[in-house]
């Protein structure tokens, strides 16, 4: 698991050891992810993980500094 700020982003990228799902089997858990992701105004992507593996990148917009 990482997270860093990534410009006026929070980057948080997850990744695991298993197989994943297929691209055209969309469970419902992916599903309940994108919408609480959208509540937060974020954005999700799967991905295949460098050494194997699922990777899970999330988005979210960093608020900006009040002075």
């Known amino acids: 698991m990482r997270v860093r700020p990534d410009g006026s982003q929070l980057l948080l990228?997850?990744?695991d050891d298993?197989?994943?799902p297929p691209p055209e089997q969309d469970g419902q858990g992916m599903s309940n992810m994108r919408s609480?992701?959208?509540e937060l105004h974020g954005r999700i992507e799967w991905t295949p993980g460098t050494l194997g593996g699922t990777k899970i990148v999330l988005r979210?917009?960093?608020p900006t500094a009040v002075e």
Do not use: E, N, Q, W
Request: cysteine-free.
């Open 36 to 38: 609480r992701v959208a």
């Open 13 to 15: 990228d997850l990744t």
């Open 18 to 20: 298993g197989f994943g």
């Open 60 to 62: 979210f917009s960093l």
